[in-house]
């Protein structure tokens, strides 16, 4: 629509691109700012298991606990993953934006 009334198909796929960078950025800080306090949560207060899985555990010589880490390059990476798949996505519609025809678009 925006390319029917004017707007250079440049000018669309930067700002589809920016607004996916956005997107992408608040979630990748989203996920961070509740994962932190989670996961050091779960640090000071491990999941414990019971019953058939705590038999199973012990079978295998570990503790029926699932400990946390609190490392922060877990953090890192994760966020950079999540940031490198999102901006990798975002490129699909930017494509499909630079190839569109705005008569065919409208028609649809």
Not at 26 to 31: L, S, W
Request: some cysteine.
């Amino acid at each position: 629509m925006l390319v029917a009334v004017g707007l250079k198909k440049r000018k669309l796929a930067w700002m589809l691109a920016i607004e996916s960078l956005l997107v992408t950025l608040t979630g990748c800080a989203m996920g961070m700012l509740t994962g932190i306090p989670l996961a050091y949560y779960l640090k000071s207060h491990p999941i414990r298991f019971s019953g058939e899985f705590a038999e199973v555990y012990e079978r295998f010589g570990f503790e029926a606990v699932m400990p946390a880490s609190t490392d922060p390059k877990i953090f890192i990476n994760q966020g950079i993953i999540v940031l490198v798949i999102g901006l990798a996505l975002s490129a699909f519609p930017i494509v499909k934006a630079l190839k569109l025809d705005p008569v065919k678009a409208m028609r649809k």
